[in-house]
């Protein structure tokens, strides 16, 4: 599989025994306002702070000042009478360095991170400011956009304490199959397990690439993330309890879930196919992907599995390299992993993005949730994401077509979709799925409708992973060194004689468990008890 990036959903519990959060500061200024979020009525101006990564970007621009900053204070700035500063915190620190802001006292009125486990922990340490009651009087637009299934991520102990951003792609991968080698053989496109077994041996068996070395199903399997991809979603039951569910498949179906009900069924399916001379014979020394790209790209490789939208994503990407090297080669993504109900289930990314935080310390706890409110207006939203129209896009049939004014100077992004500065969003948003599914295609020039219809078959019954609002202590601890045992058994496992798999599992599982797989799996279904007052 080529590498899956995967936003952690469960918590990593971040060590701050070091760290002593600096209760003593004020509450928010409970300036009033109406309900609708507009402009508090004091004459006092403020200053709110508000955290930016800073990416490094060559040529970026001023962090503080620049064409984005500008707008944000010509308009919510003069509405509100704040001037808003910006703190920037070097992207690939930033935990480290709000862990010591929010210990100096001196943490951004808007503050944020990507890591769950890191916000918990200021919690228990009473670092963060409560938000239910705030959010009710000044955040009216906020809540109705983010809405219940959202705002819950931020929620701890039973009480709002971060206000999530909103991730509006959701698919997590798709499986692939070379189009032309199915219509050179006359096959029609596999929708099982089975039929897709068959299809593996027809590429095998008749080579319709006429290749040397023909890899009918292309795997890697990388240490960092090891798993099956979406195949145990076709062995998983589909009448598991919602216990079972969160307990027993606690991170995502791609990576080793050793507990899950029919984990053992897939592994085998695995293993079948490479016994069959299906699979990668390189797969378990393809640590990064790349033999399995370079595959790819020289039209050896019958089907393989990545994300959603993996063969169309860099410059030059794998289909744009397969097409080069292959002339007529054509990848299409299909849906063969069927469960014991008929259906395709995907296990995809949850709806929050990052966590957004306000310090207990802030004396404008109020102004910043108006500032997010501000930015929930679709109005305001559209301009940081795009800038303006007619200058830095056009509109073409409802979706925003950018003029490349943005990529460069004043007006540089340093991401996609300036989420630096649209925090509230993680994605396209243009208030219609269809046309955001629309605008994210648009991204992948030349393979447009490619990616749209890879979209649509990857949200086929999505669902997401049970929330947890507790972090597993226990799984932050041993985490790193399962996932390193988890890719040793995989890769003896797949390779063992198929008589042989059925013992091994049951030997190497209890051996995953005695390790620490059985203090994770205990702290979950505690977890999960405690959460549901059971």
């Known amino acids: 599989m080529v590498s899956l990036k995967v936003t952690a959903q469960r918590s990593i519990c971040v060590s701050l025994a070091a760290l002593t959060i600096a209760l003593a500061g004020c509450q928010s200024n409970s300036s009033s306002g109406t309900q609708n979020g507009a402009a508090v009525t004091t004459k006092e101006h403020r200053t709110l702070t508000v955290e930016v990564f800073d990416r490094g970007k060559p040529g970026q621009p001023d962090l503080n000042n620049n064409f984005w900053t500008k707008y944000i204070n010509d308009n919510f700035g003069k509405q509100f009478n704040a001037t808003v500063n910006f703190v920037s915190v070097p992207r690939a620190q930033e935990v480290d360095k709000l862990n010591v802001l929010m210990a100096a006292g001196q943490a951004p009125d808007i503050s944020y991170t990507y890591n769950q486990g890191v916000v918990y922990n200021y919690v228990q340490q009473g670092g963060l400011a409560e938000l239910d009651s705030v959010l009710k009087q000044h955040g009216p637009i906020?809540?109705?956009?983010?809405?219940?299934?959202v705002l819950k991520y931020g929620k701890f102990n039973g009480k709002q304490y971060s206000v999530p951003g909103k991730r509006t792609v959701l698919a997590g991968s798709n499986t692939f199959i070379r189009k032309d080698w199915l219509d050179k053989l006359g096959l029609p496109v596999p929708t099982t397990p089975e039929q897709f077994y068959n299809t593996m041996v027809a590429f095998k068996e008749k080579n319709p690439g006429n290749v040397t070395g023909v890899i009918p199903y292309g795997y890697s399997l990388q240490p960092l993330n090891p798993g099956l991809s979406y195949i145990p979603e076709a062995f998983r039951p589909s009448n598991l309890t919602e216990e079972q569910f969160a307990t027993l498949q606690p991170q995502p179906i791609w990576l080793a879930n050793w507990n899950m009900p029919g984990f053992d069924k897939a592994v085998q399916y695995t293993n079948k196919m490479y016994n069959a001379g299906l699979v990668?014979?390189?797969?378990a020394t393809d640590k990064d992907g790349k033999l399995?790209?370079?595959?790819?790209?020289?039209?050896?490789?019958?089907?393989?599995?990545t994300?959603?939208?993996?063969?169309?994503?860099?410059?030059?990407?794998?289909?744009?390299?397969?097409?080069?090297?292959?002339?007529?080669?054509q990848l299409i993504p299909i849906d063969p992993w069927q469960n014991d109900a008929g259906k395709h289930p995907k296990n995809g990314y949850s709806p929050n993005g990052v966590y957004m935080i306000i310090p207990k310390t802030s004396k404008n706890i109020d102004l910043a949730i108006q500032y997010l409110n501000w930015m929930a207006d679709p109005k305001v939203t559209l301009f940081l994401q795009n800038g303006q129209e007619g200058v830095d896009y056009n509109m073409v049939n409802g979706v925003p077509k950018q003029t490349g004014t943005t990529n460069t100077g004043d007006k540089m992004m340093t991401v996609a979709n300036n989420l630096d500065y649209d925090i509230l969003t993680n994605g396209i948003e243009l208030g219609d799925q269809q046309k955001n599914n629309a605008a994210i295609s648009a991204g992948y020039p030349g393979y447009e409708k490619d990616a749209e219809n890879a979209l649509k078959v990857g949200m086929v019954d999505y669902y997401t992973q049970y929330f947890y609002s507790l972090p597993n202590a226990a799984d932050a601890k041993n985490n790193a060194a399962l996932k390193n045992l988890s890719a040793q058994m995989l890769a003896k496992l797949i390779v063992a004689k198929p008589a042989e798999v059925d013992s091994l599992y049951k030997t190497l599982v209890q051996q995953y468990m005695d390790q620490g797989g059985k203090a994770v799996q205990d702290e979950y279904v505690k977890n999960y008890k405690a959460q549901n007052g059971k």
């Open 280 to 283: 990668s014979p390189n797969f």
């Open 142 to 149: 906020l809540t109705k956009y983010l809405g219940d299934d």
């Open 307 to 329: 994300n959603w939208d993996g063969p169309y994503r860099t410059a030059p990407g794998t289909y744009a390299n397969l097409v080069k090297n292959v002339p007529g080669a």
């Open 292 to 305: 399995l790209d370079a595959d790819i790209s020289n039209g050896k490789v019958g089907a393989f599995q």
